[in-house]
């Protein structure tokens, strides 16, 4: 299993890496920067809140240190049945060759702007540097997150995992972690009851009702039989082109039902698997 880390300026990052360091078993392992950092961008750099000297921004001298991701993703891959984190995930083209694995789960670690300056400031203190005033650090942030090439927020929308990490204390933060479970095989790979509702969600995206989104999937032995969602029948109008006339005239719930023409997402996986392959032991999931 890999974890790939990411998050804003004192999310609180490297603090996450250590917990599954020193409480889960993970490694930490590094992808060598290609250019020199400045200093305001190793400042910047989200080192472990409690000591600085566990977490350091220059990875050149460290061991499991790899000169980029593909270098990074061969090495996991033939030790993948081990526990890896990294925080070096820094652009799109990196999340992409990460992402081609299964056992790799990207998470996001996000607090408010007010809690990640006061923590900036602590960090500063300690180094004696000058802490920057709350309007340079949310300036400082929105470049971090938002700068039209390097920007973090395209990589934190893609996140499958998200913690929010507003603890007053280090405490709190690793008791928020034990609640999430991270080594939990099925966030690499669902459950068969939450991938055959996963596929109901998919289908739901097909309504045509104008009403709201409903998707069914028909099961049996592990085999999807047939799938469905709600709308008007076959060969009519559909719903959000005005086929349905209660529906597109917005009536509130349980009124005109009897004028009503769309079709449930249940009846319309069953009509579609047909009394022959509907036998004992068939299960139907349904996102409604």
């Known amino acids: 299993m890999l974890i790939g880390l990411c998050g804003g300026i004192c999310a609180g990052k490297h603090s ?36 600085d000297d566990k977490c350091n921004g220059i990875h050149d001298d460290k061991v ?25 995930v820094w652009d799109e083209t990196t999340l992409d060759i990460l992402l081609r694995r ?25 180094r ?28 934190i929308e893609r996140a499958q995992v998200r913690l929010l990490n ?29 991938y055959f509702m996963q596929l109901a969600s998919l289908a739901a995206q097909r309504s045509n009702c104008m009403k709201r989104r409903v998707g069914c999937v028909l099961v049996r032995e592990k085999r999807v039989i047939s799938t469905g969602y709600n709308g008007t029948p076959r060969n009519l109008k559909n719903c959000n082109e005005g086929g349905c006339s209660r529906c597109n005239n917005g009536h509130g719930a349980g009124l005109g039902l ?3 023409l769309c079709i449930h997402a249940e009846e319309n996986a069953l009509l579609e698997a047909g009394r022959e392959r509907i036998r004992e032991g068939a299960i139907l999931y349904c996102d409604t």
């Open 16 to 51: 996450v890496a250590q917990f599954l360091v020193d409480r889960q078993g993970f490694t930490q392992l590094y992808i060598r920067r290609k250019a020199i950092s400045s200093s305001l961008e190793e400042l910047t750099s989200d080192f472990c809140i409690a000591s």
């Open 166 to 194: 507003s603890a007053s204390s280090l405490a709190a933060l690793h008791a928020s972690l034990q609640s999430l479970d991270l080594t939990n095989e099925q966030r690499l790979r669902p459950s068969w009851d939450q």
């Open 128 to 155: 004696t540097e000058m802490p920057p005033t709350l309007e340079e650090f949310v300036l400082r942030n929105d470049d971090h997150l938002y700068h039209h090439s390097a920007g973090l927020a395209l990589l």
């Open 64 to 88: 499991n240190t790899f000169a980029d991701a593909e270098q990074l993703m061969d090495f996991v891959t033939r030790r993948w049945r081990k526990r890896w984190v990294t925080t070096d």
């Open 258 to 260: 009897a004028t009503c």
């Open 102 to 126: 299964p056992f790799f789960l990207l998470l996001s670690v996000d607090a408010p702007v007010s809690t990640r300056w006061q923590r900036f400031k602590e960090r500063c203190e300690r």
